[in-house]
Every structure is written in C-alpha cells, then in structure tokens.
C-alpha cells in the first residue's frame, strides 16, 4: 500500500523567508501527489497536485512542488513566507490500486514568525 | 453557492448513543467521500460514493455505515458510539474522483464520544 511521510510535523520560519516542507513517498508505480493547505477550523483546500508531465508544479499562493522520481520525494517550497501562510499543510498520495482514495501524511504546521 | 456543507460543527455523545453527519453539496458532484483526521494520523477515507445510490468502503469504514439517498447528500452514521470515534470528520466531493479533479471539502464536525 502506498504511504506517505512528511519530516517534521512542526516548522517554522521567520517571515520573508524560503519554505521548505518535506514529504516522502512509498509507491511501486508512479503516483499522483498532493498538497493540501488547512487554515484553522477549516476543511482542507488544495494547493497542488502532480499527475503527469512537467515535474516542477506550482500551485495556488505561490507555492510549488517538485517531483523527484529518484528520491521519491514531493517538497513543497515557496520563496518568501507571509503570516499568512501559518497553516497545516498535507501532502497526499493517490491509491494506485484503482479504488478511490488518497493516503495522507501526519501534517505539517507552519508557523511564521514575524 | 454554499460549496460543501456539513451539519452539525460540534457534539458531544456518550458511549452506545448513536448519530447521523450530514454532508451536502450544491455542486451536483458524482463522488462524495467521509474522512475522519486524528492527531498524528492525517486523514483517514471512512467511506465514499461515486453516484447516487452507491457506497464504497474505504481505509476504516468499521463502525460507520453511510447512505447517499440523494445526489447532494451523503450520510455518516453512527449506531453505538465508541470512545474511539471521538475524531474530527471531514467530508469531500468532486465530480470525477481524485485522479483528475480536486476534491473540495467541508468545514468539518468535531465529535467527542465519552
């Protein structure tokens, strides 16, 4: 089964600074991956996803990802934090056995330090 | 446009009580799926529909049973809640399933079971 491990389950970062959160996959065939944003007491909002094609994604507040095949890795970055970017934030592998479900990693809180 | 709702926010039951979650969507979706997220475990597929009329097990579906007696509706219920299923449950939808198309959430029902 597929699986999902995202390193750290808290980062912070002072604001104007690069984002760097981590997620790792396990898979035999080639997924589909995801980021997903969840600002408090909310339902989660899609960031990202990678399906097919160009291996740099980027997605919705200036973030983006990109797939390395090698290292079976989908690090989610952006360039210069706002405050505004202090969430949970998820990363999610599809179910490559054709049933519909997507596997999710443990989460990660930003937190941005102003 | 409400996008997706779920009712209610918040409760409270006691052991062997049992409840029914409402989810809706205004956004005439084929699939519609229940999540429940615990601290530490990401989100979990409790179960899923692809269609009025169906339902679907998913990762942790034991406990739950759900019905999807109309389009825009999908129902989680409860019959005899355990201490276990105290969680927060998010529900989902998206019209192509998640290999092409984003699912969009709800805000969630926090449930504690004592």
């Known amino acids: 089964a597929q699986s999902v491990t995202q390193l750290g389950s808290h980062v912070s970062v002072s604001e104007g600074a690069l984002v760097l959160l981590r997620c790792n996959y396990s898979?035999?065939?080639?997924?589909?991956l995801f980021w997903y944003v969840q600002y408090p007491n909310q339902g989660l909002q899609l960031l990202l996803k990678?399906?097919?094609?160009?291996?740099l994604v980027k997605g919705i507040n200036g973030f983006e990802a990109e797939f390395k095949k090698s290292e079976t890795s989908f690090h989610l970055t952006k360039p210069s934090a706002h405050m505004s970017d202090a969430a949970e934030y998820f990363c999610?592998?599809?179910?490559?056995?054709?049933?519909?479900?997507?596997?999710f990693g443990t989460g990660t809180r930003l937190t941005v330090i102003p | 446009n409400a996008g997706v709702t779920q009712t209610p926010k918040f409760r409270v039951l006691k052991t062997g009580q049992s409840m029914t979650l409402l989810c809706a969507q205004d956004?005439?979706?084929?699939?519609m799926y229940w999540y429940r997220q615990d601290p530490g475990m990401g989100l979990r597929l409790i179960h899923y529909?692809?269609?009025?009329?169906?339902?679907a097990k998913g990762e942790v579906p034991d406990g739950y049973n759900v019905s999807r007696l109309k389009k825009q509706n999908f129902l989680l219920g409860l019959e005899s809640a355990a201490p276990s299923q105290t969680s927060v449950y998010f529900c989902?939808?998206?019209?192509?399933?998640?290999?092409?198309?984003?699912?969009?959430f709800g805000p969630g029902t926090r449930l504690t079971v004592l």
């Open positions: 999610a592998v599809s179910d490559q056995t054709g049933a519909n479900n997507l596997f």
């Open positions: 898979s035999s065939v080639p997924p589909y």
């Open positions: 990678y399906t097919t094609g160009a291996t």
């Open positions: 956004m005439n979706h084929e699939y």
């Open positions: 529909s692809v269609g009025e009329g169906t339902t």
């Open positions: 989902a939808s998206n019209q192509q399933g998640w290999r092409t198309d984003t699912q969009y």
